[in-house]
Every structure is written in C-alpha cells, then in structure tokens.
C-alpha cells in the first residue's frame, strides 16, 4: 500500500469534501465531524463525480440523481435500484497533513 498525501487537514474543514487522482485513481475525502474518510469518487450510478454532491453527515449526496453513500464504509445507503458499493480506504493524519493509502 502506498501513502498519498490529500491536504493539509485545515484545508477540509468539517462537512466539506476533497478530490484527489493518486494511482490512478479517483478518490474523495469527507470530513465528518473532524474524522477524515475516503471512497471512490465516481458514482457506480452513472459517473457522476461525488466531490461535487453534498455532506450531509455521513451520508454522501450525489449531484446527478441523488444516491446515498456512507462515507464511512463505501456502502449505498439509498437509491431506487441496487449500486455495486464504493471502495473505501484508509486515511491517515500525520501531524498537519491528511494522507490516503491506495
Ligand atoms: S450518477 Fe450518481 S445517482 Fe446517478
């Protein structure tokens, strides 16, 4: 696994949201209440690109047609038909800086 380095944590303040492209590829991060998570960033809908929907807790909203994502585990919490569900990786806080590993 291979550490890459998102932001500077005050750069994502809580309930805001981050894009990154790091081997290939797209990932988001989401500040829930000063924890940092990270899934995939393009919805397994229709590929729309989740940085650009609303934090809602930790329900991700997605801009084009509305699925849920929990933002903690990848998961779909609601959308009218099944969605395969986002990866999610882990994040790390190494003193001012967030890091995701891919
Ligand atoms: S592209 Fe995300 S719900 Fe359709």
Redesign the pocket.
Known sequence: MTKFLVDKAVNIPEGKLKNITAAGKEIVIANVKGEYYAINNI??????E?HE?VLEGKELI??????KWDVQTGDLIW?PQK?KNQQSYNVLIEGDNVFVEI
């Open positions: 919805c397994t809908h229709a590929g729309a989740l929907g997605c801009p084009w047609h509305g699925a959308f969605l």
